[in-house]
């Protein structure tokens, strides 16, 4: 009895690390990070990124793909809030990883980033898939631009690109302008347009193309243009993000500390924009930035505080909730004029757009309409970049009661006044039938 107490110790004080410092609502960045490497030299090889990660807090644990031990949970508790796959060429992982166990891990909010390169394996491949992106079915296909490629490293082949073609979001990439373009050599992928969870980050010119640079064309490319994707992102419905790229050396220190000047153009940097692009975007990916939560949601009749349990036709409103933005270390007020909310049953009867004070609070009054039922007070704010919220709260509306009506009724003073003529001269005519006689 004794042993089995100390063994019961021992397992707590073992996952009570894990378990008090899971992932928080309160503190949504992750902290504790997975990352599975192909060969422990991209450790070091990649320690500039890594290390930036490292000095925001992060805890980076690193393991070989293919290590029999990984896992990403134990006794059914998630042990990392992110995952990092810089493993382009595993053909199978370790323990009990499998791609099942990413979308699981997934699934439960939690985030990934995908560094493939042009030795990537049907496992990553199947990731990718699995993300919403599919990469060049031709394993020996690369991303190639004879206009957009980086002067500084060209090799006469052209697959060394310099990108600026940017998505549009200071949310995403920060509201400091990357003034130098983006070196990447690697593979392209393509995003369905349907899918509206995936966001092309990082672009190819309209001139690239994704070929085997080796061998001349007998076909035409099957990925062309600006509808090659170089970076992704996806922000999937539970609010999990995700980075997909085709190029492992993008994170490379070389290319951080690398001079860039694209083709055409008589600007050298003495820096890529990698450092910045990738530091800016792993805020996004981690919750640092861009990542909503509403709290203190509240309705009440015009003139009282208390909530009520039901509404009656044609009450007066006031619905109000706070909703913060999380900088990374603290909640701060969400400043936007677009967050609405719906008075809602089987469709919106009002519609209101709430104002905001700047500090965090937005609220709006209104009418109820002349409808009883149940109702709904639906706020579903989904904007680029930002985590999407959705607040509803039910409410019952009921009819007034016979004894609450007006006795008269202003619209219908001309009836009133018609039919109090009719019977005074009901009346007149009546007495002088009467006395007549």
Avoid at 157 to 171: N, P, R, Y
Avoid at 301 to 308: A, I, K, L, Q, S
């Amino acid at each position: 009895m004794g042993k089995l107490w100390l063994i019961c110790i021992a397992s707590i004080s073992i996952l009570l690390p894990f378990l008090c410092n899971a992932f928080s609502p309160e503190s949504p960045t992750d902290r504790r990070v997975l990352v599975l490497l192909d060969d422990f030299a991209i450790k070091s090889s990649h320690s500039l990124y890594f290390n930036a990660l490292k000095s925001r807090g992060f805890d980076l644990e690193f393991k070989l793909a293919d290590d029999p031990k990984i896992a990403l949970q134990r006794y059914g508790q998630y042990l990392y809030d992110a995952l990092i796959l810089f493993c382009p060429s595993v053909e199978r992982f370790g323990g009990s990883i499998d791609v099942a166990a990413i979308v699981n891990f997934v699934d439960s909010g939690h985030d990934l980033i995908v560094a493939a390169d042009v030795n990537a394996s049907d496992l990553i491949r199947e990731v990718g898939t699995e993300c919403g992106v599919d990469f060049d079915e031709d394993p020996s296909a690369m991303v190639i631009d004879h206009i957009g490629y980086a002067v500084s490293g060209t090799e006469g082949d052209h697959t060394l690109i310099a990108s600026d073609d940017f998505i549009k979001s200071d949310v995403i990439l920060g509201g400091k302008r990357i003034e130098a373009p983006i070196l990447f050599r690697g593979i392209g992928h393509s995003v369905s347009p349907a899918n509206s969870l995936v966001l092309k980050v990082l672009s190819a010119s309209p001139s690239a193309y994704s070929a085997n640079p080796k061998s001349k064309l007998s076909t035409p490319p099957s990925l062309t243009g600006s509808a090659i994707s170089l970076v992704s992102i996806v922000q999937a419905r539970n609010n999990a993000r995700l980075l997909i790229t085709g190029s492992l050396s993008m994170f490379s220190n070389r290319f951080f500390r690398s001079g860039v000047q694209k083709a055409g153009s008589q600007t050298k940097h003495e820096k890529s924009g990698n450092e910045q692009f990738l530091t800016e975007i792993s805020k996004w990916i981690f919750h640092e930035r861009g990542h909503l939560k509403a709290v203190n949601v509240k309705h009440h009749r015009v003139g009282e505080t208390d909530e009520p349990a039901l509404y009656r036709i044609n009450d007066e409103l006031e619905y109000s909730v706070e909703i913060y933005e999380w900088s990374g270390t603290s909640w701060e007020p969400y400043v936007a004029n677009d967050v609405q909310v719906q008075f809602y049953m089987m469709s919106p009867y009002v519609l209101k757009t709430l104002s905001s004070d700047k500090k965090g609070l937005y609220s709006a009054s209104f009418k109820v309409p002349d409808v009883y039922g149940v109702f709904q007070f639906k706020v579903e704010h989904q904007k680029l970049g930002y985590t999407s919220l959705s607040l509803s709260k039910q409410i019952p509306v009921r009819p007034y009661r016979h004894n609450e009506y007006e006795r008269f009724i202003p619209a219908a003073y001309p009836y009133y006044g018609a039919a109090f003529s009719m019977m005074a001269g009901f009346f007149i005519f009546s007495f002088v039938h009467l006395y007549s006689k």
